[in-house]
């Protein structure tokens, strides 16, 4: 049975003039326990309405449209944040959010951060027996616990503050991670160490199964097991990383991909084709491809007709053209 | 032609800040020189000093010690500076005035200059410029900055390059804050400036496959130092400093193994 | 415009600007209709309210309404004196150190420091009773004005250090902006809404300050404020003898005044700060 399901998700939010935004159009997929399934897309695709559609926080200006969400069989559709916060947040679903400076309360130490945790979720419990669980949690993600248990979230580097949010995100062992581009705003050292933080943290079955969001595909390749492509609130391809990088379908996938630049020798002479234009305003509704605008192979029945993901070679492509 | 003189050259230029105990060198003892027309990225993790480094070659901060030459004379004058070396920041939406339009502060960049072109022949310059970015005018037509998005913002930045026409743009991290597709465009343009108005560019990145798509060389900078430096098919192929190959082995690779799992 | 849309659809910005309009009519356009006579004798002293006197008459006779049309009016004019003033001083001094930074920010941030430790009512009260013969009501506003501008330029300054290292004063400067052009173009647009709450609790600030000053008897010889209504009905025993006519309807209006402005500094920080907006 599936851990995580996400059937035919529509979400959308209102914007301070009554406008009507779908961010979100008719997302499925679901995961197996230990897979790691990674989201890319450019910005403004809908990733980040996404990721809390799939922990069922819907605060407004954000809503519900249709579709369902379930962890281990149990819908999150519904159900009130407070629910959601004290029943589902941090012990079914956690997330790794992007900035781990806007993450930490800065008037209190880690300690007590961790602590409030534990304590909010957890009743009873011995104060020494959560001290020494803590202990053991940072020093196994190979923080000095002593100190950077101590310190208050100012007094720590970075990639510290961003390894205890991590910490503090999978202290109860929650059955599903989404990372929200936990990489994106660090260099690429500190990005290599956090993807081992949490590959060490998969390896040591602190959890299994995770959502990995960012834009850098060659990021994901080394990450996840199975890649999606999301554009303008819809997925237009899923298959395995290696099919999606190494042999993409979709033409925007193709364009990501040739936008992307690695340092190899040799690659000054590579041709980049940037693509022109901007995601489809999600306001209105749209006939026809969300792609077809910007699309190199657009045919003039592409405006027309919506497309439907389909298989193509054992995985889905949402392109009538695509082989 | 390439002038035979260098763009900028710079000799132990340090700067610190700070006082005491408390006191960091963010550029330390750096010397390179930048030849005319040419593109050199600086590369560097977090707080490397490539930013402050970038910032004193535009002028904005002034070192502590050190000589920094621009084509052979040292920058006394800010303003007479700028009108030859111009900036692109990092993050386009705190670059410009929130309370201006978009087109009335690409206008007034001509304020840097002694003698101001005719307003009719300032207008035009703002919409090649404008077209130079593939913006038709009218897009951004009495809009505000917010009303942008960060693609378009990010273009913004280049084409006032592109209007103002300086001989040398300091380009400060304009990749970081965009996406994939975004940055390649902003890389095209970078490619553009030079090809078409004979630009020297610096460019500043923590992202060495970035460098090597567009640079002539490359310098890699680590705790304020420039550890080694060169052309890009060297750097990116026989690494000899372990700062570069550090680097090089924590970008994602597409083809080759990046953490063993 | 679509920001005051957004005031307008905020209860409590509509309260308090309907509240202190209130006040305001009271203040300036009551007089048109009623008949202000604060010297004349209107009746025997401490006559209850009644139909002829609305709410009665003070311990030498002069009806109360013209009295508290008259303090109301004394009020707000100190509050808004003293207020421009620490606004306008603050402002500038608060904007000037923060971009300037170095030895100019040192200095004023210890003028600053000092103004903020002495207890600027003690200074209050000391000017107000060495100047036993010429303390008029707008000295005493210019006074109060002089002496509760450190937290305004504390606040600004803040804010004004924060904007310098933004990127849009460095794409200023290369764009050839001078130090005059960029404190007034690109720093002072961003502080406007900030400076304009400050103002308002400037103005509160004033018009309590000014009332306690006078109700320890130190308030201006030739206006009535609200703050002297009161001190008239303390020291002529109105407290004692019951009459609460002499200071209930005085405290009201003091009280609307200042809750009025209140309300519209929070309303605003509501709709002007994006990260409280939802």
């Not at chain 2, 201006?100 to 200059?113: A, D, M, N």
Request: net charge neutral; proline share 5%.
């Amino acid at each position: 049975m599936p851990i995580f399901e996400v059937n035919d998700l529509h979400l959308h939010y209102l914007t301070r003039f009554g406008a009507k935004i779908h961010a979100v159009a008719g997302v499925s997929f679901s995961m197996e326990q230990g897979e790691i399934l990674g989201i890319a897309g450019e910005s403004g695709c809908g990733k980040s309405t996404l990721v809390n559609g799939l922990m069922g926080l819907f605060i407004p200006p954000l809503y519900p449209t249709s579709g369902d969400v379930r962890v281990g069989g149990e819908s999150l559709m519904g159900r009130t944040p407070k629910d959601i916060r004290e029943n589902v947040l941090a012990r079914k679903v956690s997330m790794i959010p992007q900035g781990a400076i806007n993450a930490l309360n800065p008037t209190r130490k880690i300690k007590h951060l961790a602590m409030d945790l534990i304590k909010s979720h957890e009743k009873g419990g011995n104060k020494n027996e959560i001290q020494k669980r803590l202990y053991d949690r940072f020093n196994l993600l190979g923080l000095d616990a002593e100190r950077v248990l101590n310190s208050f979230p100012i007094e720590l580097t970075a990639g510290e503050r961003q390894r205890s949010v991590i910490g503090l995100t999978t202290l109860l062992d929650p059955e599903m991670v989404i990372a929200d581009e936990p990489t994106s705003a660090l260099d690429v050292t500190t990005q290599k160490a956090v993807i081992k933080l949490i590959f060490n943290l998969l390896d040591k079955k602190i959890f299994s199964t995770m959502i990995f969001i960012t834009h850098e595909l060659p990021l994901l390749r080394h990450v996840a097991h199975r890649i999606a492509i999301m554009y303008a609130g819809q997925f237009v391809e899923l298959g395995t990383a290696e099919q999606v990088v190494f042999d993409p379908r979709h033409p925007y996938t193709r364009a990501l991909m040739d936008a992307m630049l690695s340092a190899e020798p040799g690659q000054a002479k590579k041709e980049t084709k940037p693509l022109e234009g901007a995601p489809p305003n999600l306001a209105h509704p749209i006939s026809g491809c969300r792609f077809a605008a910007r699309c190199p192979s657009a045919k003039p029945d592409c405006r027309i007709n919506e497309q439907s993901l389909r298989i193509v070679g054992e995985r889905q492509v949402r392109c009538d053209y695509a082989e | 032609m390439p002038n035979k003189q260098p763009a900028f050259e710079a000799r132990d230029l340090s700067r610190s800040f700070g006082h005491g105990d408390r006191r960091i060198k963010a550029v330390d003892n750096v010397s390179l020189t930048i030849q005319d027309q040419e593109i050199v990225t600086i590369v560097g993790g977090s707080s490397c000093g490539k930013s402050v480094l970038a910032k004193t070659l535009l002028g904005l901060i002034p070192p502590t010690s050190g000589e920094l030459l621009y084509r052979g004379k040292p920058i006394t004058d800010q303003r007479s500076h700028w009108r030859d070396v111009q900036p692109v920041f990092q993050d386009p939406f705190s670059c410009f005035n929130q309370f201006f339009k978009i087109r009335s502060q690409l206008r007034s960049s001509f304020g840097i200059y002694k003698k101001k072109p005719s307003k009719d022949e300032i207008e035009v310059r703002v919409d090649e410029g404008l077209r130079a970015v593939n913006i038709v005018p009218s897009e951004i037509e009495g809009k505000y900055p917010f009303e942008l998005s960060g693609g378009q913002m990010q273009r913004m930045l280049l084409a006032r390059v592109f209007i103002l026409r300086p001989r040398v743009l300091i380009a400060d991290e304009p990749t970081s804050m965009v996406d994939a597709c975004v940055r390649a465009n902003i890389l095209d343009y970078l490619m553009k400036l030079k090809k078409e108005l004979k630009m020297t560019i610096v460019f500043i990145t923590h992202d060495i496959g970035l460098a090597c798509y567009v640079s002539d060389r490359i310098f890699i900078m680590h705790a304020g130092k420039i550890v080694e430096g060169g052309p890009p098919d060297e750097i990116t192929g026989a690494p000899k400093n372990q700062h570069t190959i550090q680097l090089l082995e924590d970008v994602p690779h597409l083809h080759k193994e990046w953490i063993a799992r | 415009m679509k920001l005051f849309l957004n005031l307008l659809k905020t209860p409590s910005f509509v309260f308090g600007v309907t509240l202190f309009l209130a006040t305001l009519g009271v203040a300036l356009v009551l007089p048109w209709f009623y008949d202000v006579d604060t010297v004349g004798r209107a009746g025997t002293p401490y006559l209850p309210p009644s139909a002829e006197h609305l709410l009665g008459t003070n311990h030498l006779g002069v009806d109360f309404v013209s009295l508290l049309i008259t303090g109301l009016r004394a009020s707000l004019y100190v509050g808004l004196l003293a207020g421009c003033i620490a606004t306008l001083l603050g402002t500038f001094l608060g904007v000037y150190a923060g971009y300037k930074g170095g030895w100019i920010d040192d200095l004023i941030n210890l003028v600053t420091n000092l103004f903020i430790v002495i207890p600027y009512f003690v200074v209050l009260i000391l000017i107000s009773a060495s100047l036993e013969e010429g303390r008029s009501l707008q000295l005493i506003a210019v006074i109060i004005g002089l002496t509760t501008w450190p937290w305004t330029t504390r606040s600004v300054r803040a804010q004004a250090a924060s904007l310098k290292s933004r990127d849009h004063i460095g794409l200023a400067k290369v764009n050839g902006c001078g130090t005059f052009q960029i404190v007034t173009l690109h720093i002072l647009p961003y502080l406007l809404s900030y400076v304009f709450m400050v103002f308002i609790i400037q103005i509160a600030a004033g018009i309590l300050v000014e009332a306690s000053i006078s109700m320890i008897g130190l308030g201006p010889y030739d206006s009535i404020s609200l703050g002297v209504l009161m001190d008239d009905a303390m020291k002529n025993e109105a407290l004692g003898d019951g009459i609460w006519w002499a200071f209930i309807p005085s405290t009201i209006l003091i009280t609307a005044v200042v809750f009025a402005l209140y309300t519209l500094n929070t309303s605003m920080e509501g709709v002007f700060n994006p990260r409280l907006r939802k």
